[in-house]
């Protein structure tokens, strides 16, 4: 059903400072974006997505998302219904069919799961 973990998105007010901590305490390179306000860095197959601008503070950085690819989408819907649980709409952005799953049902950590059948 899901096939691997995609991106984790972490926002923070100082991206040097934090992409300073991937590159030094982890060996990891970081690619900062041309604007400014994000930075990524790969960690195997998957990504960390490090997003600073408008209101985030120290009071509030942290974890944003949670990306899961799926093999197949409607499969997933499927399961949240055998579950007895609503998985919302499937939206089409960017090449891709995105689940928003509410935070209630995923212990307050916001998740998206996709896959690339549009």
């Known amino acids: 059903m899901i096939k691997r973990l995609d991106t984790l998105e972490i926002a923070t007010a100082d991206l040097a400072d934090a992409a300073s901590i991937y ?6 390179p ?5 604007d400014g306000k994000s930075a990524s860095v790969k960690v ?5 997505r490090l997003i600073t601008g408008g209101k985030i503070d120290s009071s509030n950085e942290g974890m944003t ?4 690819e799926a093999e197949d989408l409607d499969q997933v ?8 649980l609503d ?8 090449g891709r069919r995105i689940l928003t799953i509410d ?8 998740l998206f799961i996709f896959d690339r059948k549009v």
């Open 23 to 28: 590159q030094k305490n982890f060996g990891f």
């Open 65 to 68: 998302g949670l990306w899961l």
């Open 87 to 94: 998985a919302g709409m499937i939206q089409i952005e960017s």
């Open 30 to 34: 970081v690619i900062e974006s041309q």
């Open 103 to 110: 935070p209630k049902l995923t212990n307050q950590v916001p």
């Open 77 to 84: 819907v499927a399961n949240f219904h055998i579950a007895g």
């Open 44 to 48: 195997g197959g998957a990504q960390i």
